[in-house]
């Protein structure tokens, strides 16, 4: 009958390149948010500032310096004992 033309649609794929390095690196965040976020997909809030969804898999990604700065400066982080000053 007639020929089906299909509108053209947008097919930009949704790649986040914004400044892409927060998702190339395993972060450090709450561990109840990061659990949540991992159930939700919903993006949460590193240490380092960063919004991102946290890896099924974080060991695949080197951990983010800055989440690591931030994380041993925590009173509770580095309690062994280990004076890095
Ligand atoms: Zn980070």
């Known amino acids: 009958m007639s020929t089906k033309i299909l509108p053209e649609q947008e ?47 974080p060991k695949k990604y080197p951990v983010c310096p800055e989440c690591k700065e931030i994380y041993e400066g925590l009173p509770l982080g580095g309690g062994d004992g280990d004076d890095k000053q």
Request: proline share 6%; aromatic share 6%; hydrophobic share 25%.
């Open 11 to 57: 097919t930009t794929p949704q790649t986040s390149h914004g400044d892409g390095d927060h998702e190339r690196f395993a972060h450090y965040a709450d561990k109840h948010k990061i659990t949540e976020s991992m159930v939700t997909g919903t993006p949460i809030r590193a240490l380092c500032g960063k919004i991102w969804v946290p890896s099924r898999d």
